[in-house]
Nanobody
Framework: QVSVTESGGGLVQPGGSLRLSCAAS????????MGWFRQAGGKERDIVAA????????YYTDSVKGRFIISRDNAKNTVYLQMNSLKPEDTAVYYC??????????????WGQGTQVTVSS
């Protein structure tokens, strides 16, 4: 199982950028696919992007294609989400987790505290 700590969120104006980081620990990190999820107020927590253990990108949700980039550094046990051209509808709490690629859901059903991203002028 993998434990995570997300960071890098904040308040940004529309069109701005943020880089989220996910510091991970656990024996399976380097063999797990990892993903970023987000949950806006009153809505379900949905996957945003996923990356395989080798660094190959597995998935982007349609609304972030061309704007967000997921990456990982296995030597640093860290997963990143570079978010560009941010829109108000990107406002949410962002979570990092291991991903079951067959379902694109949290593999272990264990969550970190998340990091708040607010896009507003």
């Amino acid at each position: 199982q993998v434990s995570v700590t997300e960071s890098g969120g904040g308040l940004v104006q529309p069109g701005g950028s943020l880089r989220l980081s996910c510091a991970a620990s656990g024996p399976t990190f380097r063999s797990d696919s990892m993903g970023w999820f987000r949950q806006a107020g009153g809505k379900e927590r949905d996957i945003v992007a996923a990356i395989g253990f080798t660094g190959s990108v597995r998935y982007y949700t349609d609304s972030v294609k061309g704007r967000f980039i997921i990456s990982r550094d296995n030597a640093k046990n860290t997963v990143y989400l570079q978010m560009n051209s941010l829109k108000p509808e990107d406002t949410a709490v962002y979570y990092c987790a291991s991903v079951d690629e067959s379902t694109m859901k949290n593999k272990y059903d264990s969550w970190g505290q998340g990091t708040q991203v607010t896009v507003s002028s």
